[in-house]
């Protein structure tokens, strides 16, 4: 499995959401209006780092912290907008090395992965302008994909055997979450303050005292799909594949262990952001194979998000205050995506 492939498999690890991104840019947006309040969300570019054309936002902490991966020159970095200013996280590799953060916790601390001198890819720790290696499962690649407010990672990363398997870190220490019996994949995208992670193995799981098990598919969906998000009152967002010409996508949250359609019309979506509210984001065609928005779903309310341009985009986090982060086709060149805050 080459690393295009495995950044696909993961849409949260993905900083530029390399699986949908060139037809999110192509999509129409109409304006943004929240559920609660029928106030109108306001969009904010994050803007690029310096001598940079694109960036991508992956997460968002109360505090207002964005996190994601934007282009330098010729590499990709992590960065963390705060303040109104983005700030360059660097790599193992100094200014030659690429990296991505993807998600933040309350205290700062981030998480994604860095280029290594191996060709391969690790997982880092990026906490008060230091840098850690979290090292691997015994292969040459690992992805950091969430971190809770205890420090706790999760992501994925190569075995001794090259075989993919989802990880929790904790206090300097990576263990292997194993696979559903019968697989020899899994990744793991999120953790909450309680401990419970979840992610995919030949399909949506959670992983509950460090043990996996399927999540409830909705009727009519295929056993694939992945679980991508949760919060801490265990509602778990994702999306699940029904059989078709070709594979349609649906965003599904799990509320309680049951699993529910959001309802989104159109053919692919994909939930990737729940907050403790149980308001949720990620993307959606509106015009099958043409037009792809970024959406907020609030307990059954569906609000298509603007972009900067006024088409395309698509959400990948939402904090419990009700900002959202995602991405926007540039408003000077369609082909790059700049980062954007909604609130």
């Not at 936002?57 to 992590?78: C, F, Y």
């Not at 967002?237 to 594979?247: D, E, K, L, Q, R």
């Not at 509106?286 to 970024?294: D, R």
């Amino acid at each position: 499995m080459d690393w295009t492939t495995i950044r696909r498999r993961s849409l949260r690890a993905s900083a530029v959401l390399a699986a949908v991104l060139p037809l999110l840019l192509q999509g129409s947006a109409e304006a943004s209006e929240t559920a609660a309040g029928r106030r109108t969300l306001q969009i904010v570019d994050l803007g690029t780092l310096p001598g940079g054309v694109w960036s991508a936002a992956t997460a968002i902490n109360d505090r207002g912290w964005v996190v994601g991966s934007a282009g330098v020159g010729e590499v990709s970095h992590g960065f963390v907008w705060r303040h109104g200013r983005m700030v360059d996280l660097g790599s193992l590799l100094g200014p030659t090395g690429s990296s991505a953060a993807n998600d933040v916790n309350e205290r700062g601390e981030i998480v994604g992965y860095s280029t290594t001198a191996d060709l391969g890819a690790s997982a880092v720790l990026w906490h008060r302008g230091q840098i850690t290696d979290l090292g691997t499962l015994g292969g040459t690649f690992s992805i950091a994909t969430g971190i809770n407010d205890h420090g706790d990672v999760v992501g994925f990363s190569t075995t001794s055997t090259e075989e993919f398997h989802a990880f929790v870190w904790r206090k300097g220490r990576m263990t292997d979450l194993g696979t559903i019996p019968g697989e020899t994949f899994s990744s793991a995208e999120a953790i909450n303050n309680r401990g419970e992670v979840v992610g995919e193995s030949g399909g949506p799981v959670a992983w509950r005292r460090g043990v996996p098990a399927r999540l409830g598919l909705v009727p009519g969906a295929d056993e694939f799909g992945s679980a991508l998000d949760n919060n801490n009152r265990g509602d778990v967002v994702g999306y699940a594949v029904f059989p078709g010409g070709s594979s349609i996508n649906r965003a599904i949250i799990w509320h309680r262990g049951v699993p529910t359609d959001l309802g989104l019309e159109g053919g692919t979506s994909q939930a990737l952001g729940v907050n403790d509210r149980g308001q949720v984001v990620g993307w959606r065609e509106t015009i099958p194979m043409e037009a792809f928005n970024g959406f907020l779903w609030d307990h059954g309310k569906v609000v298509d998000l603007e972009s900067l341009t006024g088409h395309g985009g698509g959400a990948t986090a939402i904090n419990s205050r009700g900002d959202i982060v995602g991405n926007s086709p540039s408003p000077t060149d369609d082909f790059f995506s700049h980062a954007v805050l909604w609130h």
